[in-house]
């Protein structure tokens, strides 16, 4: 990895809390009201194969479809030692930034605001993938180009940005549910120590 990668990878986010706010990973993450219940089985053929790789220091198993791999393991290079000291506390940052940001997504869907849609979705994209949360990071991708796409455009096509949105925020919420469902688990040592 050249300094280029290390220091976008290291640096923090613009608008993270200060790392000694942030002492274990949120439980609750989506304030969707919609059910949280998914019966879903998302391996398609040869997923399995990569889902069983460790990552290089045998930790964990890094689920492909969620994270990605090649990512998550710079970050992990980061740590001292055996601790995950700094992974963690980024990864923390990570998901108490992309709470608060689903929650202005879901205020300025409220006042169909496309062009703070793209906005949010713009800033969710690039903390999605300094972690390596890739499904999130494709979906607010999509938030970012709909909202710009449909700005000044008739109120029709607004409308339809805006359904089209609101279904790409939802997407992007089960997504990062997933992805923090992974990781509590990759870092309980982490938060046990902490609470």
Request: glycine share 4%; charged share 35%.
């Amino acid at each position: 990895m050249d300094s280029t990668q290390k220091r976008r990878i290291s640096s923090p986010p613009a608008k993270s809390p200060p790392t000694s706010e942030v002492k274990s990973l949120p439980v609750d993450i989506a304030d969707d009201p919609s059910p949280a219940a998914e019966t879903e089985s998302e391996s398609p053929a040869g997923e399995d194969d990569l889902a069983d790789d460790r990552t290089d220091d045998g930790d964990a198993n890094i689920p492909a479809d969620i994270i990605d791999k090649e990512i998550f393991n710079q970050i992990l290079d980061l740590d001292d030692g055996d601790t995950k000291e700094f992974s963690f506390e980024m990864t923390a940052a990570y998901l108490v930034q992309a709470k608060e940001t689903f929650a202005s997504m879901d205020r300025a869907l409220v006042a169909k605001d496309l062009h703070e849609l793209s906005r949010l979705g713009h800033y969710l994209k690039g903390s999605s993938a300094a972690i390596g949360i890739k499904k999130v990071q494709a979906s607010c991708e999509k938030i970012q180009h709909c909202g710009d796409d449909a700005s000044g455009e008739s109120k029709s096509v607004q409308a339809e940005a805006l359904q089209k949105i609101a279904q790409m925020v939802s997407q992007a919420k089960k997504d990062n549910e997933k992805a923090e469902e992974w990781l509590q688990e990759y870092y309980k040592d982490e938060i046990e120590a902490s609470s």
